[in-house]
């Protein structure tokens, strides 16, 4: 496989940001050309970067052994947000960078040949692009994701946090401006609520010894009564790489390959 780095200059964020790609070999695409190859959209956690889905996994062999593009853009610490201070990521991650790797490599970006994933803050952009784009994906996993925002967070905490109340004005301009917006999941889960039926497949785990238990506790029960399907499970594990990994692998088999192969 080919790992590939482009550092380019986004109009949407107005700074040179990294972006990887795990690209097949020649030899590969004489048996399935790239615009046949399935896409799978990698999103990183909070104090992670763009290269952390391919340093910390087997994801580059997986790419080799099943036949498929990776594309792992760089989140910051942005949630995913457009942020208050002109930083564009959702614009970015959603409209600007599909466009510019379209152009570049002729990949196949339709809803049937893509899915996205992410781990913690990733899992929380990965669900936010499906719920708000509906028609740009197949499927959508969170591993360990941060899907309670808004009137989820304890205020009180929030307010003995400054280190939290510094990151929320950065990102939203403030935490009381999450509830009811787009960065909102329980506002994710009453758009949907419209028409479930043109949504993704969607796709969560986390562990049970992981701190975001609550929170993606939270968000399925909303999901359930927001009859909004979520094939949600607990499984043994941490806050880490080697939960990520192993569930990973799962998705990339059991939901990426077979929807390419059908």
Same mark, same amino acid.
């Given at each position: 496989?080919?790992?590939?780095?482009?550092?380019?200059?986004?109009?949407?964020?107005?700074?040179?940001?990294?972006?990887?790609?795990?690209?097949?070999?020649?030899?590969?695409?004489?048996?399935?050309?790239?615009?046949?190859?399935?896409?799978?959209?990698?999103?990183? =956690?909070? %104090?992670?970067? !763009?290269?952390?889905?391919?340093?910390?996994?087997?994801?580059?062999? *997986?790419?080799? +052994? @099943?036949? #498929?593009?990776?594309?792992?853009?760089?989140? =910051?610490? %942005?949630?995913? !947000?457009?942020?208050?201070?002109?930083?564009?990521?959702?614009?970015? *991650?959603?409209? +600007? @960078?599909? #466009?510019?790797?379209?152009?570049?490599?002729?990949?196949?970006?339709?809803?049937?040949?893509?899915?996205?994933?992410?781990?913690?803050?990733?899992?929380?952009?990965?669900?936010?692009?499906?719920?708000?784009?509906?028609d740009r994906f197949r499927?959508a996993f969170s591993l360990?994701?941060?899907?309670?925002?808004?009137?989820?967070?304890?205020?009180?905490?929030?307010?003995?946090?400054?280190?939290l109340m510094h990151e929320?004005?950065?990102?939203?301009?403030?935490?009381?401006?999450?509830?009811?917006?787009?960065?909102?999941?329980?506002?994710?889960?009453?758009?949907?609520?419209?028409?479930?039926?043109?949504?993704?497949?969607?796709?969560?785990?986390?562990?049970?010894?992981?701190?975001?238990?609550?929170?993606?506790?939270?968000?399925?029960?909303?999901?359930?009564?927001?009859?909004?399907?979520?094939?949600?499970?607990?499984?043994?594990?941490?806050?880490?790489?080697?939960?990520?990994?192993?569930?990973?692998?799962?998705?990339?088999?059991?939901?990426?390959?077979?929807?390419?192969?059908?």
């Amino acid at each position: 496989m080919a790992l590939v780095r482009i550092d380019h200059y986004p109009e949407t964020l107005q700074v040179n940001t990294a972006v990887y790609l795990i690209l097949p070999d020649s030899e590969d695409l004489q048996a399935r050309p790239l615009d046949q190859t399935p896409v799978l959209w990698l999103l990183h =956690g909070l %104090s992670d970067d !763009a290269s952390a889905w391919q340093r910390y996994t087997n994801l580059e062999t *997986l790419a080799r +052994e @099943l036949d #498929f593009v990776a594309i792992m853009p760089s989140g =910051g610490r %942005s949630l995913y !947000a457009d942020q208050a201070n002109g930083q564009a990521y959702f614009t970015y *991650l959603m409209e +600007e @960078l599909p #466009f510019y790797l379209q152009a570049l490599f002729k990949l196949n970006m339709s809803r049937e040949n893509s899915c996205i994933a992410g781990n913690s803050m990733g899992g929380y952009g990965a669900f936010k692009a499906a719920l708000n784009y509906p028609d740009r994906f197949r499927a959508a996993f969170s591993l360990s994701g941060a899907l309670a925002l808004g009137p989820a967070i304890d205020k009180s905490k929030a307010a003995s946090n400054p280190q939290l109340m510094h990151e929320m004005g950065m990102v939203f301009g403030g935490l009381e401006k999450i509830t009811g917006s787009i960065n909102d999941p329980l506002h994710w889960l009453e758009m949907a609520q419209a028409n479930p039926e043109a949504l993704p497949d969607l796709y969560a785990v986390c562990g049970d010894q992981d701190d975001l238990l609550p929170a993606n506790r939270f968000f399925i029960a909303a999901a359930q009564r927001a009859g909004i399907p979520v094939n949600y499970r607990e499984e043994p594990g941490r806050h880490d790489w080697y939960f990520w990994q192993a569930h990973l692998e799962g998705f990339i088999r059991e939901v990426l390959m077979e929807g390419a192969n059908d």
